[in-house]
């Protein structure tokens, strides 16, 4: 059993949230350790777990607490001079604080709270004040420094629900994760999306499957198949059950269907088989905070923040074993 960030893509309206949702739930009520994140602009998942609307709202949003993500991530980083001067792609470095799933520490603390079971945080609703003089990626921005500082280990899962469409390739965030599930209906704008996604995820090395969804008969797989090919790694059938919840009623999982239950094991199958390249995750992690620091970062901080990069520092399974990285 491998520990994974897992990501959920998909066109706008496929069904990515419900699906992140469910497999939140079933891997929390295996006992396994979750943290699922919502990092879509339209904040739906709190609810798709079957809490209240509203019922994440008592942790604050992530994106409202970067000064606080900050400061804990830096921990005693040398290459890092001040919080002010991390950015979205700041890598962690010898010194900096490493998260786990599950631990206790200021950022969860101020951040995560149990919807329903499952333990979450949000990047935050894009507001009224937000509009016309906000990007959303600035508040994605917190997951992604989040993500550069996991060190997930055996067993425990990073479960996000992304903004849909291609969007996420407007930051590094696409490559912070082991495993992608694009989730896609059987319809030509879908298809389109994954055609979008899986060119951009190729070049990257992306891990990317494909959960069909809304799938009414043997001639929508038929489809998915001819499109997708081998990405194809499952579907979901139309589901009464997926119907109530996206009506505000989320029953408990063993009312689902037998046949989308099971889906819920390949999925989860598919992730537990999913090998951790912790030097891919460092290797992108320092390409594209580069690419941050040469567009913009450097005039915005007026320092060269490319020296925030440690090349002695790997993420993995040995980073478990520094003291000095993984601090309370």
């Known amino acids: ?55 994440a709202e008592t942790a604050s949003p992530l994106g409202e607490r970067l000064p606080l993500i900050k400061e804990y991530l830096r921990g005693r980083n040398p290459r890092i001079g001040s919080a002010a001067e991390m950015v979205k792609t700041t890598p962690p470095g010898t010194g900096s604080r490493l998260l786990r799933v599950v631990e206790n520490n200021p950022v969860y603390a101020s951040c995560v709270r149990t919807v329903n079971g499952v333990r979450l945080a949000v990047t935050g609703e894009f507001t009224a004040e937000d509009l016309g003089v906000a990007c959303y990626h600035s508040k994605v921005g917190a997951v992604e420094l989040l993500l550069n500082h996991m060190l997930d280990g055996p067993g425990e899962y990073v479960v996000v629900d992304m903004t849909a469409g291609a969007d996420s390739f407007a930051s590094g965030l696409f490559t912070r994760f082991d495993r992608t599930f694009l989730v896609c209906e059987p319809t030509v704008r879908s298809i389109g999306v994954y055609r979008q996604y899986a060119g951009y995820a190729r070049d990257y090395g992306v891990a990317l499957s494909v959960v069909g969804n809304k799938v009414e008969d043997a001639t929508d797989v038929e489809f998915l198949r001819e499109h997708v090919g081998q990405d194809l790694l499952t579907w979901v059938s139309r589901s009464t059950y997926v119907r109530r919840a996206e009506r505000g009623t989320v029953g408990p999982l063993d009312e689902l269907e037998a046949a989308n239950r099971a889906v819920l094991g390949q999925l989860t199958d598919a992730v537990d088989r999913t090998a951790q390249d912790w030097e891919a995750f460092t290797r992108w992690a320092h390409e594209f905070h580069r690419r941050n620091a040469a567009a913009w970062a450097n005039e915005r901080a007026g320092a060269d923040l490319t020296t925030q990069i440690d090349p002695d520092f790997r993420m993995g399974a040995q980073t478990f074993n520094l003291p000095t990285a993984v601090t309370a």
């Open 1 to 55: 059993m491998g520990a994974v960030k897992v990501a959920f893509v998909g066109k706008g309206g496929s069904g990515k949230t419900t699906l992140a949702a469910l497999l939140a739930r079933h891997l929390t009520e295996q006992g396994r350790p979750v943290l699922a994140i919502d990092a879509d602009i339209n904040q739906h998942l709190a609810a798709a777990l079957g809490g209240p609307v509203g019922s």
